[in-house]
């Protein structure tokens, strides 16, 4: 049995991931059809724990196929 949702889109806009939490960040990528890369986490004192502060693709981006997003997320932690 194999199920589809249709043909792939002919291509994938990246989201805008900078200022929301990784759980939100991940069903965006997850929602527009690209995979989530490496995360890596850097401490910021004045923004909440977990907020993704850098993406490697910049927002709204054309892409022709789905590919990893890297995140820099905050971390309270030193």
């Known amino acids: 049995?194999?199920?589809?949702?249709?043909?792939?889109?002919?291509?994938?806009?990246v989201p805008n991931l900078i200022n929301l939490s990784?759980?939100?960040a991940i069903k965006r990528i997850h929602k527009s059809g690209l995979?989530?890369?490496?995360k890596k986490y850097e401490?910021?004192?004045?923004?909440?724990?977990?907020t993704v502060?850098?993406?490697?693709?910049?927002?709204?981006?054309?892409?022709?196929?789905?590919?990893e997003i890297n995140l820099i997320i905050s971390t309270d932690e030193k």
């Open 22 to 24: 990784l759980n939100k």
């Open 35 to 38: 995979l989530l890369g490496e």
């Open 53 to 67: 502060i850098q993406q490697n693709q910049p927002p709204f981006k054309r892409l022709s196929m789905p590919i």
């Open 43 to 50: 401490y910021v004192d004045t923004l909440l724990n977990n």
């Open 1 to 13: 049995l194999i199920v589809s949702s249709g043909n792939p889109p002919d291509y994938y806009i």
